[in-house]
Nanobody
């Protein structure tokens, strides 16, 4: 019932920018923490950035100063603005949300299907 849909990925050159979006749909009471993860070939999935319902962000050291996470609670959407992209940023980027569904006694974690970001030299 709860679904996450990412968009905004693509092929860019080093130094370019992209903005990823993730919209949450379904019967929802509250969305708590939302975040972006990424997974490159041969590597484990890692946290890129997360943001609380109140707008407090956290970032991986590798993206601090380059990426910015934000959210629009009215639109149920989280964004990731990626500037000064590097080839090592190449990965599939996944949206994640901790959701308290309507008529539910607990929260549950949901993932999007991912969007490809490729950065060439």
């Amino acid at each position: 019932q709860v679904q996450l849909a990412e968009s905004g990925g693509g092929l860019v050159q080093a130094g370019d920018s992209l903005r990823l979006s993730c919209e949450v749909s379904g019967s929802i009471f509250r969305i708590n923490v939302m975040g972006w993860y990424r997974q490159a070939p041969g590597k484990q999935r890692e946290l890129v950035a997360a943001i609380t319902s109140g707008g407090s962000p956290n970032y991986a050291d590798s993206v601090k100063g380059r990426f910015t996470i934000s959210r629009d609670n009215a639109k149920r959407t989280v964004y990731l603005q990626m500037n000064s992209l590097k080839p090592e940023d190449t990965a599939v980027y996944y949206c994640n949300a901790d959701v308290w569904a309507a008529i539910s006694s607990r929260t549950a974690n949901y993932w999007g299907q991912g969007t490809q970001v490729t950065v060439s030299s």
